[in-house]
C-alpha cells in the first residue's frame, strides 16, 4: 500500500508561479513511478508530468517549458514547480504513484489562475 498526500494548491495570478507537493508514504520502495494529473471542470483527468525512479520525466506538451517535476528521495516527496501560469491551468491537480501491480492517487489539491 502506498499513501500519497497532496499540497500546495492555491489561488494565484495569470504569469505567477506554485509548488505542489506529494508526500508518499507506505511501501514506497515499490513506486516505479510517480507523477501528476489534472482535471478541470466538466473535462476527464490528463496527464501533466511524471517522474521514473532512474530520474527520466516527461511531460505534457501543454505543461512543457513551464512545468518542472522533481523528487526528493530523502523526503519521499515529489514536486511541481508550475512557472508562467495561465488561467486553462486551473484545476485540481493529483498525484498519483505507479508500484509493479497497482495505481494509487493522493486526494487532490485545487489550483486557480485568476486575476
Known amino acids: 500500500q502506498v499513501q500519497l498526500v497532496d499540497s500546495g494548491g492555491g489561488l494565484v495570478q495569470p504569469g505567477g508561479s506554485l509548488r505542489l507537493s506529494c508526500a508518499a508514504s507506505?511501501?514506497?520502495?515499490?513506486?516505479?513511478?510517480m507523477g501528476w494529473y489534472r482535471q478541470a471542470p466538466g473535462k476527464e483527468r490528463e496527464f501533466v508530468a511524471f517522474?521514473?525512479?532512474?530520474?527520466?520525466?516527461h511531460y505534457a506538451d501543454s505543461v512543457k517549458g513551464r512545468f518542472t517535476i522533481s523528487r526528493d528521495n530523502a523526503k519521499n516527496t515529489v514536486y511541481l514547480q508550475m512557472n508562467s501560469l495561465k488561467p486553462e491551468d486551473t484545476a485540481v491537480y493529483y498525484c498519483?504513484?505507479?508500484?509493479?501491480?497497482?495505481?494509487?492517487w493522493g486526494q487532490g489539491t485545487q489550483v486557480t489562475v485568476s486575476s
Open positions: 498519483r504513484s505507479n508500484t509493479a501491480a497497482y495505481i494509487y
Open positions: 507506505g511501501s514506497i520502495f515499490s513506486i516505479n513511478v
Open positions: 517522474i521514473t525512479s532512474g530520474g527520466t520525466t
